[in-house]
């Protein structure tokens, strides 16, 4: 048992597409005092069906890559996104050359950890984070603000485009995937084309900075 | 609270005035150019059905000048006057209501009129309508006058209308004396060039109006523009939006064979049913402008390439009338040339190509906006580019399949055409005199041998680069395999051991566990920068030009192959100069250059069996320069020319590809600096020198 802000937790559930992989996971959190829990198969049936049987006392532990095996037909980020709306604390293992986190759902992720070997204590500040968070109290890296971004230029080859948040830096350009756009907002892409999101302006890696809920600029 | 009954004293009606300041700053805000005002006057002229437009301009190029504008369409009466001409921001043009002609109007507030006409500072009107052929109406508005009243209404303005004895030719002229501003001579060319381009000059059916500006420039510009060289053009793409939203399109080549056909499901991206957007038709002529292309054309690369200067780029045709500023000279609404940067073979630019999109819009789906400086961007204009993108995107695949189907036809062809030339030339030394004939045999021979070795080293070399990228592809594919699961998997387990161990005992941890724990790590550590350094060379991100921060780069390469370093009992030594020096390219370049020389230098150490092994990094900053030089301390460059270590191929390893070098030669090449080596430096083996330009160095 493991108490964490209000939360007592029990049991974690473990999210890879690796059997091997999940079983390595279990060391560090039976070594935590906790329940291990395999989730086997979330590709038959719905796949967020495992989120209904949920406990309170529950957390999750996820891994990004989970399509390689006839595992899951989405990616940890959007298994994570998910959980968290539904009021689950969760971390997100990737290492740095995974694929990027998609934007949009990265707000839903306050328990990210770069690293695929995740020891015990890490895990154990990623779920506070992420019970603080739910509770209503982001850390200032995570708090988002409603500030402009503008687009710098366009990959159309690569189905992303560049943006620039001048509140956070007018010289670094972000990749943003038009997979992580409301669609009305993906018509609308184009160099100096100007809108509003929610950013993270506290984040200090690029690759943290989260966009969400887009506005047309008026 | 009390409340005390109140009756009504008195009733007072008011209206809502305006200050003359708006008339003012409409004019100035709505058009900031002499030529946008122009435009206006010519397209009010359109919607009054005249055929003819002529616009004079006197002494314009000092502010104090007069322009004149004159037209044959239907004219006004007086009321028309007052109750039209003299509104602001109501005009009682609508797209829905067809002039007389069958127009649409190109008007929508009569805003444009009112600062067109402030470009002066007086304003003649004389206008006769169609219907009262024997009145003449004329209006003069002295605009000072309102700049010295407070309301627009504080000034009175006096139509006059005379009557003739006979009938008078219908139509309006509008005269605007006293500059506010003088007109450059590239305002007059580009009014030109927007009158010249007003009514679609490149349409078969002309629209019946034609608008003439007396000046030379519009004359030379009229002649260029009539000379319409759509057949030369190597491809015209066709495409057409229909009313419920659905997109065809066609490709014809340059004699006028039909080449592709799309229909709807080929142009529409997956996930979309139809285009929102209002009927259209979308027409692009592509030239390839080189000399193999136009040796069978009528017209010469010169007049085309002018002709696409002055006119290239797709305009829209908005109920037949151009709407500024599409297809305009620094105007590329369609991303067309940073498109054909990408690929350049099979993209259009716009000075490559010439196109207009027609827009028939009876619904009103397309605004204007008021300043004139193009349509609303709302969803029916985004649906209209996204049509005509998706059509140029169509056709870019079309003509990349046939580069394809060219380039597999070339393979094939090349050599039996290298045979028939072979045969051709010994039928020709046939007829030469015996003893001539054997010694042109042999120089052709000796020529043939030369040729056959430089071919079959050509092949070698691109059979070497097959094979390197193979083993590239493959290295990226274990290295993300290895990278994901195995390791993960080893390191979780071997952290769980160690934590258990220490657990149970400290002092059996570290008398027994501690030693070959770390053994698995570091030859973990190693095993994953086998991964990583694969995977991090791969980044598409770094593939981009950007800026590159040279020392931070260094730094970066050398904590990736700090593992592989440590396991090859490597020393580095870093002397880098101060601040941190930055150019702009591809980092992945510099990443190639660092990670050759780094591995060249591991090699040699391994081939000769150093034992002190030392490899220093060291910059120095010269005016705009960065000079990099790697020397260690392996056997240095023996056994082969200084000159020719940077051959593709040549090596003095037996398991060595010979392109480390050639690699790196070219990467810096490509960042315009330059390479060079020393066969002996301080620590006794090679010495590499890097020097690459700078734009800057931030000092830390």
């Known amino acids: 048992m493991l108490t964490i802000g209000n939360r007592q937790i029990e049991r974690v559930l473990i999210i890879d597409d690796d059997p091997e992989a999940r079983s390595s996971y279990e060391y560090a959190i039976e070594d935590m005092g906790l329940t291990a829990h395999q989730v086997r198969d979330i590709h038959n049936g719905s796949e967020l069906s495992f989120l209904d049987q949920i406990q309170p006392s529950d957390v999750i532990l996820c891994d990004y890559h989970l399509k390689k095996h006839a595992y899951a037909s989405r990616n940890g980020d959007w298994v994570m996104r998910n959980g968290f709306q539904k009021g689950i604390p969760g971390v997100l293992c990737t290492s740095i050359h995974e694929a990027p986190i998609r934007r949009d759902y990265l707000r839903y992720i306050p328990g990210l950890l770069r690293e695929s070997n995740p020891r015990p204590d890490q895990l154990s500040y990623a779920w506070e984070q992420c019970v603080e968070e739910l509770r209503g109290n982001p850390r200032p890296s995570r708090r988002p603000w409603r500030t402009l971004v503008c687009v710098d230029n366009v990959d159309e080859e690569r189905k992303r485009f560049y943006a620039v948040v001048p509140a956070w830096s007018t010289r670094v350009k972000v990749p943003i995937d038009f997979d992580s756009l409301p669609q009305n907002i993906r018509d609308l892409v184009e160099p100096d084309q100007r809108f509003y999101a929610l950013v993270n302006t506290g984040a200090m890696d690029p690759d943290n900075l989260f966009f969400d809920e887009w506005e047309e600029r008026p | ?700």
């Not at chain 2, 009954?5 to 002499?34: C, K, W, Y």
């Not at chain 2, 359109?46 to 301009?57: F, G, M, N, P, Q």
């Not at chain 2, 529409?268 to 080189?290: M, Q, S, T």
């Not at chain 2, 046939?402 to 070339?410: T, V």
């Open chain 2, 1 to 700: 609270m009390v409340v005390q009954a109140m009756s009504d004293l008195r009733s007072t009606t008011s209206h809502l005035r305006f200050s003359t300041g708006i008339v003012r700053r409409l004019g100035e805000e709505l058009n900031p150019t002499l030529s946008k005002g122009i435009l206006e006057l010519a397209k009010n002229a359109y919607d009054a059905d005249a055929t003819e437009c002529r616009i004079e301009l006197h002494d314009v190029s000092q502010p104090g000048g007069k322009i004149t504008v004159r037209d044959n369409g239907d004219g006004m009466t007086s009321s028309q006057i007052t109750d039209s001409w003299l509104v602001l921001g109501q005009s009682s043009k609508r797209s829905a209501i067809e002039t007389r002609l069958g127009r649409i109007p190109a008007g929508s507030k009569g805003l444009g009129r009112l600062a067109a006409l402030r470009m002066g500072r007086n304003t003649f009107l004389t206008t006769t309508s169609r219907q009262e052929k024997n009145l003449l109406h004329e209006l003069p508005i002295e605009w000072d006058k309102f700049d010295n009243a407070q309301i627009a209404e504080d000034v009175t303005l006096n139509i006059t209308t005379r009557l003739a004895d006979q009938n008078l030719p219908h139509g309006t002229e509008i005269r605007i004396s006293d500059l506010r501003s003088a007109c450059s001579r590239m305002e007059v060319k580009r009014l030109a060039r927007e009158l010249v381009l007003l009514a679609d000059p490149f349409d078969d059916i002309t629209q019946g109006f034609n608008p003439v500006l007396s000046a030379p420039e519009f004359e030379d510009l009229e002649v260029l523009v009539q000379n319409r060289y759509f057949d030369d053009a190597e491809f015209h793409l066709s495409a057409e939006v229909t009313e419920n939203g659905e997109a065809f399109a066609r490709i014809i080549d340059w004699r006028g064979n039909l080449l592709y056909e799309a229909r709807h499901s080929d142009l529409i991206p997956k996930g979309r049913e139809i285009y929102e957007c209002p009927p259209a038709k979308f027409d692009i002529w592509v030239f390839i402008l080189n000399k193999d292309t136009f040796s069978s054309r009528r017209s010469t690369i010169s007049e085309v390439r002018n002709w696409l200067a002055e006119f290239g780029g797709v305009h829209i045709y908005y109920n037949d009338l151009r709407v500024n500023p599409y297809g305009g000279q620094d105007n590329d609404w369609l991303s067309m040339n940073l498109r054909r940067v990408r690929s350049p073979e099979e993209r259009p630019g716009t000075n490559t190509s010439i196109g207009r999109v027609v827009v028939h819009d009876q619904q009103d789906q397309l605004r204007e906006k008021t300043d004139r400086s193009g349509f609303i961007e709302n969803h029916a204009f985004y649906d209209l580019r996204s049509f005509a993108c998706d059509s140029m995107d169509w056709m870019a695949k079309c003509r990349l399949r046939e580069a394809e189907h060219r380039r597999q036809r070339a393979r094939k062809t090349v050599p039996k055409q290298s045979d028939t030339a072979q045969h051709d030339f010994m039928s020709t030394i046939a007829d030469v005199p015996q003893e001539m004939r054997l010694v042109i045999k042999d120089a052709f021979k000796s020529y043939e041998s030369s040729r056959d070795r430089e071919v079959n080293m050509l092949q070698k070399e691109v059979q070497l680069y097959r094979t390197l990228s193979t083993a590239g592809i493959t290295a990226a594919t274990f290295a993300h395999e290895s990278n994901a699961n195995p390791i993960k998997i080893i390191r979780n387990c071997i952290a769980a051991i160690e934590r258990r161990s220490q657990k149970i005992s400290d002092e059996l941890f570290l008398s027994q566990f501690q030693k070959p724990i770390n053994g698995v790590k570091r030859s973990l550590n190693s095993l994953a920068v086998l991964g990583s350094a694969t995977l991090s060379l791969l980044d598409h991100e770094k593939r981009r030009n950007t800026r590159v921060d040279l020392h931070a780069v260094l730094n970066k390469m050398l904590e990736i192959f700090s593992p592989f370093l440590r396991g090859a009992d490597v020393t580095v030594i870093k002397k880098f100069a101060s601040g941190s020096p930055f150019l702009r390219g591809q980092r992945a370049a510099v990443e190639s250059i660092v990670t050759n020389l780094l591995n060249n230098s591991i090699a040699a150490f391994e081939d000769a069996g150093t034992h002190d092994r030392v490899i220093e990094i060291s910059s120095q900053i010269m005016d705009r320069s960065w000079c990099l030089s790697i020397s260690d301390s392996g056997p240095g460059i023996i056994g082969i020319c200084k000159s020719d270590i940077w051959l593709p191929g040549q090596t003095t390893r037996k398991q060595g590809t010979g392109l480390g070098l050639t690699i790196v030669r070219d990467a810096v090449l490509d960042l315009g600096g330059s390479v060079d080596a020393m066969e002996h430096g301080p620590h006794g083996g090679a010495v590499i020198i890097i020097h690459l330009p700078i734009i800057g160095n931030e000092r830390c």
